[in-house]
């Protein structure tokens, strides 16, 4: 291929995948010519093809840019995007957060200077302050932040296989990015459901420990991913007195802490630990702080060793969002967001589920939160999950199929709507149809059914 026409298509190929996108500006013709080892010549013919070809424009003494309609349209977003695993960010008020952040980088010379391996100690001391204020026993000195609370439960769970058998236990249903974490270390999942009276099936576990069969037990027990419900005090008591007969760690993920629907949210095991079994892990990306990727760990007896490893592994974490997060912390900023924030939540939390116990069928399931933003709904056993999942994507609804929340190959009869995306004004039509459609299916007198392009 000749060199310039090589030039041509190095171009395109970026323009296509997004590299470059409408009113980006090409590097100049002279910079092309040093990097890509080409003639001046070369270099105007190639940009004289892409802008024949109507992928670029010539500015009067500028240079040259991307068209606008150059790129291939990207796919339609769905008109319900109930399968995110992410808050809706329309619902966060942001500014407190902003004007904290603007305040807190006039001391960033002065807290880079004074960096804390364990991170930035004024955040952990607000951290802790907050604990406090809630009840809970952990100090600024039991924290270590990290790269969000995703690197907090990869640290626990290196921590907690360290040295044992490759298989956690795991109470389903699950956070995915948990059992995908496993899966791509080769890590063995037990999974712990609940039985018919709701209560954490411990039998198994017991005998699983017993045998040495397990490293440790997973859990989130505040508002679960993705029913958000809690484990009782005295299911916590018993998982903690199971795993101190059989010197277990616990893993408890607590990231949803700051998504009560009403009142507080209860205490964390962590604040029933009398022996630092457990390594709790938290952070600010579902409420305080979306985005700004802080999280924390309290590693109990493994302290020390957690911090040797996140120093391992990425030495410290971004010290800009530390800052921003312990000054919102400092001035109570936080405060009225967080009101709002929750306020929304249980709104659409609660219009949404109210809509689907009315229209479900006999036989489905809808699950009471406590905290979070997901619906977990069961349905009947052997329910085409993709059928109805190829259905809803024609008429632009997008669902989380419930296998994601457990481990790979056990048949799951569910799925897990995302209720922060829900407007109960203009898209209840939609969640009708979607509860009509779940109702054809169960019936087993199936045809697909049309949606109204009316509604």
């Not at 190639?46 to 349209?73: K, N």
């Amino acid at each position: 291929m000749a060199k310039f026409a090589t030039l041509v298509e190095f171009f395109v190929a970026a323009i296509e995948r997004g590299s470059y996108r409408p009113g980006d500006a090409l590097p100049s013709l002279r910079a092309t010519c040093t990097t890509q080892h080409v003639s001046m010549t070369t270099a105007k013919r190639a940009y004289h093809e892409l802008e024949r070809r109507g992928f670029i424009e010539a500015l009067p003494r500028a240079g040259f840019r991307v068209v606008a309609g150059s790129v291939p349209s990207a796919a339609q977003p769905p008109l319900a995007a109930w399968g995110s695993p992410f808050v809706n960010p329309a619902l966060f008020d942001g500014r407190a957060l902003a004007r904290a952040a603007a305040r807190a980088l006039v001391d960033y010379p002065a807290a880079l200077a004074g960096l804390d391996a364990a991170g930035f100690v004024p955040l952990r001391r607000q951290l802790a302050q907050r604990y406090r204020a809630q009840g809970v026993a952990l100090d600024w000195d039991q924290l270590i932040v990290t790269c969000g609370a995703m690197e907090a439960l990869t640290l626990a769970v290196q921590l907690a296989t360290r040295g044992g058998p490759a298989r956690l236990a795991v109470v389903v249903p699950a956070f995915p990015g948990l059992l995908g974490l496993l899966a791509q270390w080769g890590i063995a999942v037990l999974p712990l459901g609940l039985d018919a009276a709701g209560e954490l099936d411990l039998a198994l576990l017991e005998r699983e420990a017993a045998a040495g069969r397990v490293a440790g037990v997973a859990v989130m027990p505040t508002f679960q991913h993705p029913t958000g419900q809690c484990l009782s005090e005295a299911q916590q008591r018993a998982l903690l007195d199971l795993a101190e007969r059989h010197q277990l760690p616990i893993i408890e993920d607590d990231s949803y802490r700051e998504l009560a629907l009403a009142g507080l949210a209860p205490p964390p095991m962590k604040a029933l630990d009398r022996e630092g079994r457990v390594l709790y892990c938290a952070g600010s990306s579902k409420a305080l702080a979306p985005g700004y990727r802080v999280g924390w760990l309290a590693a109990g007896r493994w302290h020390e060793a957690a911090l040797q490893l996140k120093q391992s592994q990425t030495l410290a974490s971004p010290l800009p969002s530390q800052l921003a997060l312990a000054e919102l912390l400092a001035g109570h900023g936080e405060v009225a967001a967080l009101a709002g924030l929750r306020a929304a939540l249980a709104k659409r939390l609660g219009a949404m589920r109210a809509l689907l116990v009315e229209r479900l069928p006999a036989g489905c399931g809808v699950s009471r939160p406590a905290g979070g933003y997901f619906l977990w709904l069961t349905l009947p056993t052997g329910f085409d999950i993709a059928r109805l999942q190829q259905a809803a994507l024609a008429v632009g609804i997008h669902f989380a199929p419930g296998e994601l929340c457990y481990p790979p190959g056990v048949p799951v009869a569910a799925l897990r709507l995302n209720a922060s995306y829900y407007e109960p004004q203009s898209q209840a039509d939609l969640l009708g149809w979607l509860a009509d459609e779940i109702a054809r299916l169960a019936s087993g007198a199936y045809s697909p059914m049309k949606r109204d392009s009316s509604l």
